[in-house]
């Protein structure tokens, strides 16, 4: 976490002017449509503070923790909140949440807490529960490689779970489908479908996090 906290810090300007003018209204109604009005949601991970301020504008209540120093101050300065600097590893009280958004800031978690991180943000007393050998691996997972481009396709799920799909770079920037899957083979079709619709393998190797970040892919992935 100190080497991802490091980079934003060191690149918090460009990062912010890169983000916060991003549209991101068709990713929000998915989300939005399960909260009451006037939700409370933390944004986990806001960067730049666009969400919060989106959020909001739109009549909820937000919190929003990220772990960057320098994006915690922009974010303040953008959204007018009082921003935490935290990490998704110290999570507490997530019960007193209506929703929690994290929007490309799980991809920074290592994997094998990834689990420890999404019992954290759930007040689901059997997902606290599991722990990082729960989380269950796909046998159709795999690298893909064109000329010396490679990507990884990872497709996996937590017991009683459907299956996600993710897709990383060798720059290990991800990139991950918002719906999940009944079935592996499913995820794996639409893997291959979306890489198509990319412009192949060489559209996903060349990002970094920044250009990730801007809406290069079709509207059913969420860029990380």
């Not at 991003?22 to 006037?38: G, I």
């Not at 949440?97 to 994997?111: D, P, Q, T, V």
């Not at 795999?142 to 396709?153: G, P, T």
Request: proline share 3%; net charge negative.
């Amino acid at each position: 976490m100190n080497q991802t906290s490091n980079y934003y810090n060191q690149h918090a300007q460009a990062f912010f002017e890169n983000t916060y003018q991003v549209e991101m209204e068709s990713l929000y109604a998915p989300f939005l449509r399960y909260l009451p009005e006037q939700a409370l949601i933390l944004d986990l991970g806001c960067g730049s503070g666009r969400d919060t301020l989106a959020f909001k504008k739109k009549g909820y209540q937000v919190e929003a923790i990220d772990y960057s120093t320098e994006l915690v101050e922009k974010a303040r300065e953008l959204t007018g909140i009082e921003v935490r600097q935290q990490s998704f590893y110290e999570l507490n009280e997530v019960a007193k949440y209506n929703g929690i958004w994290a929007c490309a800031s799980l991809l920074h978690c290592e994997r094998d807490r990834l689990t420890e991180v999404l019992a954290l943000m759930s007040d689901n007393d059997s997902t606290m529960d599991y722990d990082e050998n729960d989380l269950i691996d796909s046998p159709l997972s795999q690298i893909l490689q064109e000329d010396n481009e490679q990507i990884e396709v990872l497709i996996y799920r937590l017991p009683d779970s459907d299956w996600t799909l993710e897709v990383v770079n060798q720059n290990g920037t991800s990139t991950v489908w918002d719906e999940t899957f009944p079935s592996d083979q499913e995820a794996l079709s639409v893997a291959l479908d979306g890489i198509k619709a990319a412009g192949g393998i060489q559209a996903f190797s060349e990002l970094s996090d920044l250009e990730a970040k801007k809406n290069i892919f079709p509207e059913s992935l969420t860029r990380h």
